[in-house]
């Protein structure tokens, strides 16, 4: 069974500052799907990125890009310029190429203080 | 366009009592799930459908059922509540390939 594994529990970070969350996971598939999810203390559930396993090139959306590094399956998330409203907890998830679930990790408390 | 709607947002229910978790998606997604979260933990899958008639148990389906009728519906049902079933619940939809699209979540305190 795939299993993902975020090692941070918690994390806080200085307004406009970087930083870099980590995410590993373990796979026997060669095709698959990795997310990194947002949610605020609204409890909402917001797609903050996305990456498929067969594009070599890091994805990016704004002030986030990930880290994708397949043969160590470890695919960790990058904040730029810290905003006070990155305030969230982060979940990364991994998803097989198709209909299956999302199987996510336990999740990393991020904190942006000004 | 509303997306993925549950209902109700809270519920306080007693040990024993059953009740059902609505779901509807108006995006004509063929995939629905039910997750749930509980405190400090990530979301963990307790149903998933394929497309109408057609369910399956995820990680964690015991003490729940869901049905499948309709395209745009997928209700948890919670027979005899419990304890360890206080937890927040989320329903998502996707289609093929893309992300999953998530409700705002449900909380419910079992007492």
């Known amino acids: 069974a795939q299993t993902v594994t975020q090692s941070q529990p918690e994390m806080s970070v200085q307004e406009a500052e970087t930083v870099t969350l980590s995410c590993t996971y373990d796979?026997?598939?060669?095709?698959?799907?990795l997310f990194w999810y947002k949610q605020p203390p609204s409890r909402q559930m917001i797609l903050v990125i996305r990456?498929?396993?067969?594009?070599?090139q890091n994805a990016t959306e704004n002030r986030f890009s990930v880290n994708f590094q397949k043969a160590a399956k470890s695919f960790s998330l990058k904040i730029s310029d810290s905003q006070l409203g990155d305030t969230a907890m982060y979940f990364c998830?991994?998803?097989?190429?198709?209909?299956?679930?999302?199987?996510f990790g336990k999740g990393t408390r991020l904190s942006v203080i000004a | 366009n509303a997306g993925v709607t549950q209902t109700p947002k809270f519920r306080i229910l007693k040990i024993g009592q059953s009740m059902t978790l609505q779901c509807t998606q108006d995006?004509?997604?063929?995939?629905m799930y039910w997750y749930r979260q509980d405190p400090g933990m990530g979301l963990k899958l307790i149903y998933y459908?394929?497309?109408?008639?057609?369910?399956d148990k995820g990680e964690v389906p015991n003490g729940y059922n869901v049905s499948r009728s309709t395209t745009e519906d997928f209700p948890l049902r919670l027979e005899l509540a419990a304890p360890s079933q206080t937890s927040v619940y989320f329903c998502?939809?996707?289609?093929?390939?893309?992300?999953?699209?998530f409700g705002d979540g449900t909380r419910l305190s079992i007492l």
């Open positions: 998502a939809s996707r289609s093929g390939f893309q992300p999953q699209h």
């Open positions: 796979t026997s598939e060669n095709n698959y799907y």
């Open positions: 990456q498929e396993a067969y594009k070599q």
């Open positions: 998830a991994y998803s097989l190429s198709g209909n299956t679930p999302l199987v």
């Open positions: 995006m004509n997604h063929n995939y």
């Open positions: 459908s394929v497309g109408a008639g057609i369910t």
